[in-house]
C-alpha cells in the first residue's frame, strides 16, 4: 500500500534549530511511571510507581510548585492526558482490575462504564479543555467499545469505530476502526455524526493525537512489516518521521503550529526522542546546549508555546526534563 499522492518529503537534521533551556524537573524517588501532559502556562503531570508497595502517586507541578494530586492508588497509574484546567484522565491497574480515572479539582472520580456494557474496563485516553473524555470499554472477553463522555453522560461511538484515542476543542475525535473489505486497522475523524478516515498509510495505521485544526500524528505498519513508523498528516501534507536506519518510532504529541514529537529506537543507539518542525525532523539529543550532562530518551508531549517535556537521563539518573525555547522562537 502506497503513501498518500501529497507526502511530503522530509529532512532529518542533527543541528540545533534554536536555543533551548532545559529544566530538571522534581522526579520520583522510585519508577517514573508516566506523563500527563503539559498545559501552554507550563504546568506538567507525571505519575510515580513504588514496586516493593504496589502504589502510585500523581504529581503536579505548576508555577505554585509541586503538589500531589488526589490519594495514593493501589496499583499501576498510567497518565493518558490532560487539558488546559489541569484535568487529568488516566488509568489505574492492580492486577486485572482496571480503572478508568478523572482528576479535577485534585479530587478523583471514576468514569463509568457504557450502559451497554454489562463488565468491563472504562480506559480514558484524551481530554479537550471543555472536559470532554474520549476512550474505550473494554471486557474480559475482548470486546471493545468507543466512548465520549460528555456532561455526565456516556455515549457510545462504536458505530463508527472501536476505541476513541483523542479529542480536540473542536469536538473532533480520533478513531480507530476496520474498515469493511480491508485487512487491516485504519484512522478516521468523528464529528457529531459525521466520520472521515485519514488516508491510509500501512496496514495499520494508527493516529493517536490531534490538534485544532485536525492535524494528525500516530504510527503506523507497512505491509510486511511488524514495526511501527511514526507519521504526520494535515489537509495539505503528510510525512513518514521514521529514518530508514531506525528499528521502529512513534509520535506521541502534536501542537497547534504542527509541531510533533516522538521517539525512535536503533540498536545500539536504545531510544531517543525527536521533535518534527516545518518540516524537518530534529533529535532531541540535538536541542540541547553543550556539556547538560543530559541524555534523552523520550520526548512526550510538547505544548502551543513549544516546551517539551519527557524523560531522560542526568548525571546517569533517570528524571523528567523540560526544555523551554528562546523568546526569539517562541511562536506565541
Known amino acids: 500500500m502506497k ?3 501529497f507526502l511530503a518529503s522530509i529532512v532529518f537534521s542533527s543541528s540545533a534549530i534554536a536555543q533551548y533551556t532545559i529544566t530538571a524537573l522534581p522526579s520520583c524517588d522510585v519508577v ?5 501532559g503539559i498545559t501552554d502556562k507550563g504546568a506538567v503531570a507525571w505519575s510515580c510507581y513504588d514496586n516493593p508497595r504496589a502504589m502510585s502517586d500523581l504529581f503536579l507541578l505548576d508555577r505554585s510548585g ?3 494530586v488526589g490519594q495514593t492508588e493501589t496499583g499501576f497509574l498510567h497518565l493518558n492526558a490532560m487539558n488546559r484546567w489541569g484535568q487529568i484522565v488516566g488509568v489505574v491497574q492492580n492486577g486485572r482490575d482496571i480503572r478508568g480515572l478523572l482528576w479535577s479539582g485534585g479530587v478523583a472520580q471514576e468514569l463509568p462504564l457504557l450502559p451497554s456494557m454489562e463488565d468491563g474496563w472504562t480506559v480514558p485516553s484524551g481530554i479537550n479543555d471543555r472536559g470532554d473524555i474520549v476512550g474505550g470499554t473494554i471486557t474480559p472477553r475482548g470486546d471493545e467499545r468507543s466512548f465520549l463522555y460528555r456532561d455526565g453522560v456516556m455515549h457510545d461511538l462504536s458505530e463508527f469505530g472501536r476505541f476513541a484515542h483523542a479529542i480536540n476543542n473542536k469536538g ?3 478513531l480507530e476502526f476496520f474498515p469493511p473489505g480491508f485487512f487491516g486497522l485504519q484512522s478516521g475523524i468523528y464529528k457529531d455524526g459525521d466520520f472521515t478516515p485519514i488516508p491510509t498509510f500501512g496496514q495499520v495505521t494508527v493516529a493517536s493525537v490531534i490538534n485544532d485544526s485536525g492535524s494528525v500524528a500516530g504510527f503506523y505498519f507497512a505491509p510486511g512489516e511488524t514495526e511501527p513508523h511514526a507519521f504526520y498528516y494535515s489537509r495539505t501534507g503528510s510525512a513518514d518521521l521514521r529514518r530508514a536506519d531506525e528499528v521502529r518510532s512513534r509520535a506521541t504529541s ?3 503550529h504542527d509541531e510533533v514529537v516522538g521517539w525512535w529506537y536503533k540498536i545500539r543507539a536504545g531510544v531517543r526522542g525527536f521533535l518534527y518542525k516545518d518540516g524537518t525532523r530534529f533529535d532531541i539529543q540535538d536541542l540541547l546546549p553543550p556539556n547538560s550532562g543530559w541524555s534523552f530518551t523520550e520526548a512526550h508531549h510538547i505544548n502551543d508555546s513549544g516546551q517539551i517535556v519527557g524523560t531522560g537521563l542526568f548525571n546517569n539518573q533517570n528524571r523528567i526534563f523540560l526544555l523551554s525555547p528562546s ?4 511562536q506565541n
Open 3 to 5: 503513501f498518500p499522492a
Open 32 to 36: 517514573i511511571a508516566s506523563i500527563g
Open 66 to 68: 509541586q503538589s500531589q
Open 172 to 174: 473532533e475525535i480520533l
Open 254 to 256: 502534536i501542537n497547534k
Open 327 to 330: 523568546r526569539s522562537t517562541n
